[in-house]
């Protein structure tokens, strides 16, 4: 994991693509996601296992005593002189023995196979909660980025603001010593130079700290001496589409709805595979086994057969269970109708901030290039001696505004639109 992101870190510049293909491969929630879905699929495997022939062997072997063991109502093991001569009760004997059993579950009123087809819905269900796991962690890595990006800009901007701010100073200066500007105007200068300076140094921590969280969405350890590129979420197919037909597609995708479908089937088929344990079950089995004192002349015998199993009263336990599968049917119904409520609050939600982002950064752009000409205005009006230090400051202030609300209204863009594409269940 480590090895991974230096590859990232070496080339100095980590672009948004990079960043979801790491969170991708390293994520450790897609990892859980992935070992919950394995294990879900075994779990069904283990539910088949019942429906299969069962074969089982054994071979076993005694040094026993030959006494005889008389049992009222059971016949008596044959008495140590049968084996031949007269012994002692402390003389011992070899025994060997061995058998092979198969056996085969004939019919059960489907308890067994509705129990597999339970398990395997529910593997189904997992595989979905995964997708979703999926999609989520892509989310969290982009919003993650866009944070990071938005604040290397905003670190930028408070950079050229005190560029602008040393400039003015040493023009201030300038003007003071010739007598041409009061003191009290160098005064204010390097106050408010000061001040950039402390901006600056909110911002690039700012900056530092958004890497330390997209290092953690991208799920690798490693340090923050790299930079992001200046990458936006690119549109959004459909983004401007009705709500409709946004939630017909989103209802489609949403890995979470057939999540929910699965378990909903699932619980449905436990209930029918308890029912079934109200019936008898029937099995069939074949048995061949071996024994005796020698291995050359070990007698042995064969059986086949049809065994039939009934729980006839179990003080309640299935109706119990029964009741309890049908309860869960109706939980996992209510869960599936919140998480639909739950799509159309995101989609439209979503769907409402793209809009109302786009409007924003059209907005925030026309207000830049307003404050820009406002600078300029000011500075020209402050070296021919009509304009005030303070209306220069104010001018400055006005344009690191302005630039700052452009890269929010850049950063609430691309935010929305990964919202967007989270909400679908597009990746």
Known sequence: MIAAFALLAAARIVTLDEAVQSAREHQPQIRQARANTAAAGARASQALAPLLPQLSATAGYQRTTANAITRPGAPSVGPAGSLGAAHS??????????????S???????????????ARAQADAQAATERATALQVDFNVRSAYFTARANRALAQVARENLDNLIRHLQQIEGFVQAGTRAEIDLVQARADTANARVLLINADNAYQTSKVNLNSAMGVQGPTDYDVQDTAQPPVAGEDAELEVLLEEASRARPEVQSLEDQIRAEQLTIRSFEGQYAPALSATLGFQQGGA????????????????????QGGLTRAQVSEAETNVIAAVAQLDLQRLTIRSDVDGARLAVRAAKESLSATQEALVNARERLRLAEERYQVGVGS???LGDAQVALTQAAAQVVQANDQLSTARAQLLRALGRQ
Do not use: C, H, M
């Open 389 to 391: 230090a303070i209306e």
């Open 89 to 102: 009760k402390f003389d011992t004997f070899n025994s060997y023995s061995d058998s092979i059993n198969v």
């Open 104 to 118: 085969q579950l004939v019919f059960d009123f489907g308890s067994q196979p509705n129990r597999w087809r339970a």
């Open 294 to 313: 020698r291995l050359d002349t070990l007698g042995w015998n064969a059986a086949a057969g049809l065994s039939l199993s009934w729980n006839i009263f």
